[in-house]
């Protein structure tokens, strides 16, 4: 997924311009430092107090350059409005967090309202068209026919959350002017790798694998994971 977004990144800023990027639920701060080390500005938003935690420590292990391009705000991400001004950033990642809200439009139309004219939206959810993907593949039938018809699953954190279908967040895209750009799959042939599972010898072919079926039809339709894009008009 992060070369998907430096893709977006690339086509639509000047190169070695710094951008103005938040991240709304940074989590660990993975892809904040990731972009700070690329010379961007970067404010992560996390409500999780163990995350934060876990991203101060990351970024206090950075060199004092990338420290001071990265700020960590303790907040939710439905109050964005509250943080931050109208069209503060050139991008907004919301990565891993829709799932989590029961209600996305309204957040969703909080963090479209962060980017300037012309700024990149990236969202990561869950794909509630294959929902029954992952159970299939696993042998459990019950759970595979249960699944068509919800949008309802537990995640490997043993939480019950939600997840979302391409037609309905273009849909919400557009009306939030924000419309989608392009749209990718993540873990096409990848869910059912443990979290801990050691890398494959020929990683890089697999990185390349699933690269290509992220971007090709009707591979990424069945990934279990979505990234949109969306742009401010």
């Known amino acids: 997924m992060a070369r998907q977004l430096d893709e977006q990144i690339a086509g639509r800023f000047p190169v070695g311009r710094r951008l103005r990027v938040l991240d ?14 690329a010379g961007h500005q970067v404010t992560g938003l996390e409500q999780d107090a163990t995350m934060v935690a876990a991203a101060r420590a990351a970024l ?8 001071e391009r990265v700020r960590i705000i ?12 109208p069209g503060s950033f050139d ?21 479209a309202r962060m980017l300037a004219h012309g700024g990149l939206l990236s969202l990561l959810v869950r794909n509630a068209d294959a929902l029954a993907m ?14 068509f018809d919800t949008v309802a699953y537990r995640n490997r954190l043993g939480l019950d959350v939600r997840a979302d279908r391409l037609e309905t967040l273009t849909a919400t895209l557009a009306g939030i002017g924000a419309p989608l750009h392009t749209w990718y799959g993540v873990r096409v042939f990848t869910d059912t790798a443990a979290d801990d599972a050691e890398p ?34």
């Open 24 to 37: 709304v639920g940074m989590g660990q701060g993975t892809q904040a430092l990731r972009l700070a080390r």
């Open 60 to 67: 206090a292990a950075e060199p004092e350059g990338i420290r």
């Open 74 to 85: 303790e907040g939710d991400g439905r109050d964005t409005g509250v943080h931050f001004l």
């Open 91 to 111: 991008v907004v990642l919301c990565h891993g967090v829709l799932m989590y809200v029961e209600e996305p439009d309204a957040l969703l139309a909080g963090v």
């Open 134 to 147: 992952r159970p299939g593949l696993y042998g459990d039938w019950g759970g595979a026919l249960a699944a």
């Open 200 to 233: 494959p010898a020929d990683l890089e072919t697999l990185l390349a694998v699933e690269e290509r079926a992220g971007r090709t039809d009707p591979y990424r339709r069945v990934a279990a994971l979505l990234h949109l894009c969306g742009v401010r008009d």
